[in-house]
Each structure stands twice: as structure tokens, then as C-alpha cells.
């Protein structure tokens, strides 16, 4: 699908950012940002690092910055992430179709177009099944075999073709991880960005196969996200160790397509955008669990939010206007 002309822009500026020398916020202009952020409905912790030095970690309402909470769909960076870091290391190839891989996963009753699937389609969530997100949602999560499910679903788009936002979709994408490296998904996530990293990841739930929820309810700290942003940001290297693929984030952080929905631009498992004319990446989980990468400003913003609250419109809109209320502070 074609993008916008600011659109490419902002992406090219945004992969040849290089953040310049960072000053220290302003005080004032911070004050104001923190007084919104305090009263921004739901939001439990706010964490941001300039210059790979932190300088706000604020908590409300019995939040941790250091316990970990459920980070909904935020989850679906972390999972692209490890297929990144797969396909470097040799795992697999990112435009390899994943019938091959799943085997006899792939239930017989699933359309022909399945086997035209690759890697990178789902990275992009343009596998173009029928969505298990929304209303299907309840179904899919109810039923016998969630990754039977997902592949059953009728197909609303030729795979490869506009994006269709599916948690059954990076659910597909966790499972052919799991099969191909022939480790679950938390003993990837722990030994391959975790334990560099300097954080634990805590188990969480499993479909009625055992192959852990791919998308969806894991549960990582604050100050892990925190962890992980700063990684990303240093183009994947941390303490001189390059433990995510710096070329995978390139073209993880170029937008492909546009979700239908929300308007935002997508990439390879991160959102991409801007704020304050700022270009950013972003990760987004419901409810407002955030992992904003502005690389311009040298900046990490991480926010996490009561996870188990009504569907609102526009409910990102409230986090990305915090955001643009904080960065005048990060560019006085």
C-alpha cells in the first residue's frame, strides 16, 4: 500500500537520526508535563531516559517501576523482536513462508492461501486472515486450539496485502518461533533479551497446546521496558554487546502499511509516527502500556496504565498527547 510522501520522510529522518548532545530539561516546562501525567486517567508509572540517563521514574497509585505488569499488545514487539534476532541467527529467513515450518499445525481445513504466508507477513500483520482481534476475540481464546483457529479464519486480504491487526496473527508468529528454534517463547524472550538485558521475564499463559499466548498478557516491568527501549534505541547494542539485530530494526522501524483503524503507520512489529514533529517508533499495548523511541532526542518514554479497562476511543490519543505535553521540556 502506498504511503504518504511525510510519511517516507518522517521514516527517513527517523532511521538517520543521530540524537545531539543532551541537555537538561527544562524544569519548569517538565513540572507541567509531570502535572498532566499525574492526571491522566489509568496511567501507573512513567519512566524516561535522555541520553541513556534516566531522568523521570515516577510511580502513582501503588505502582512499581521495578514489578512487572501486563503489557497487553505491547507484547507483539517483543515477540517480532525475537524473530528478528532468529532470522540473524540463521533461525530462519524472514521471507520464508511458515506452512513449512508449522507442519502438520496447519489444519487441514485451512485455506490453500495459507501456504503462501511468510515471516515477514506476519511480522507485518498482512498475513490477511480474518481477524481474531475484536469481536472474534472471545471466540478464539475459548476455543480447543487457538493456533487452528487463527489459521482457519477466512481471508479478508491476499497475504502480503493491506494490514489486518490480528492478536491470532503474532499468536501464528510466536508458535512458528517455538518450532523452528525448538524453544518455548519464554525461554526465548529470557535467554535471548532478557538475561543480556538485565531482567527477568516472567512466565505467562499458554494455549491448550502449551505454546504461550503470542502477543498478548506478558507481563514485563517498567523498568524493563525501560531496558529493552534503551537497547533498541542504541540501535541494538547494549554494554558494547549487539543483542538485537541492528539491521532488523531498520526495516522494522519503516512503515509498510497503516492500520485501518487507528490511522497509525506500521512497520515490522513496531508503530511509527511522530509527536511535536518529533519522528518516533512506538510500541503499544491496550490500555496504555508504552514504549516510545524518539531518536532524534535521544529520548526512551515508557508508560504503563491499568491494563483492565474499557474500550475508549481514541484511547491511545490520551498517551501520545502526554507525550507532546512532555517533550517541549526535551527541546527548550
Known amino acids: 500500500m502506498p504511503l504518504p510522501r511525510r510519511a517516507a520522510l518522517a521514516s527517513a529522518l527517523l532511521l538517520a537520526a543521530a540524537p545531539g548532545r ?9 513540572a507541567q508535563g509531570l502535572a498532566m501525567a499525574e492526571a491522566t486517567p489509568h496511567l501507573r508509572t512513567l519512566a524516561i531516559a535522555q541520553g ?54 496447519v489444519p487441514a481445513a485451512a485455506d490453500r492461501l495459507v501456504q503462501q504466508i511468510t515471516i515477514r507477513h506476519l511480522l507485518g500483520m498482512r498475513a490477511g486472515l480474518e481477524s481474531t482481534s475484536g469481536p472474534l476475540y472471545g471466540r478464539w481464546i475459548a476455543s480447543r486450539n487457538w493456533l487452528g ?19 491470532g496473527t503474532s499468536h501464528i508468529l510466536g508458535a512458528v518461533l517455538a518450532r523452528a ?12 533479551l532478557g538475561t543480556p538485558l538485565g531482567f527477568a ?3 505467562w499463559p499458554r494455549d491448550p497446546q502449551g505454546f504461550h499466548f503470542g502477543g498478548n ?6 523498568a524493563a521496558l525501560m531496558r529493552f527501549g534503551e537497547c533498541c534505541l542504541a540501535q541494538g547494542r547494549d554494554r558494547g554487546r549487539q543483542v538485537i539485530p541492528a539491521a532488523f530494526l531498520e526495516e522494522a522501524w519503516q512503515p509498510a502499511t497503516r492500520s485501518a483503524y487507528s490511522g497509525q503507520l506500521y512497520g515490522l512489529g513496531w508503530w511509527v509516527g511522530e509527536a511535536a514533529e518529533e519522528p518516533m517508533v512506538f510500541a503499544w499495548g491496550y490500555g496504555g502500556q508504552m514504549v516510545y523511541l524518539l531518536p532524534r532526542l535521544g529520548l526512551t518514554v515508557v508508560m ?12 491511545v490519543l490520551t498517551r501520545h498527547a502526554l507525550l507532546e505535553h512532555l517533550l517541549p521540556a526535551f527541546t527548550a
Not at 25 to 30: E, F, V, Y
Not at 181 to 192: K, Y
Not at 304 to 315: D, K, M
Open 149 to 167: 483457529f487463527a489459521l482457519t479464519r477466512p481471508f479478508v486480504e491476499a497475504p502480503g496485502g493491506r494490514m489486518v491487526y490480528s492478536t
Open 52 to 105: 541513556g540517563q534516566m531522568v523521570v521514574e515516577r510511580a502513582w497509585h501503588g505502582a512499581s517501576l521495578t514489578a512487572p505488569t501486563n503489557i497487553k499488545s505491547a507484547a507483539k514487539t517483543i515477540i517480532a523482536t525475537l524473530a528478528g534476532i532468529a532470522a540473524a541467527r540463521g533461525v530462519f529467513a524472514l521471507d520464508d513462508r511458515i506452512a513449512p515450518i508449522l507442519g502438520r499445525l
Open 181 to 192: 528454534t525448538g524453544q518455548s517463547l519464554h525461554r526465548l524472550a529470557q535467554s535471548w
Open 201 to 203: 521475564v516472567p512466565d
Open 22 to 30: 543532551a541537555a537538561a530539561p527544562d524544569p519548569a516546562l517538565l
Open 217 to 222: 498478557n506478558m507481563a514485563l516491568s517498567p
Open 304 to 315: 504503563t496504565s491499568e491494563a483492565e479497562v474499557p474500550r475508549v476511543p481514541g484511547q
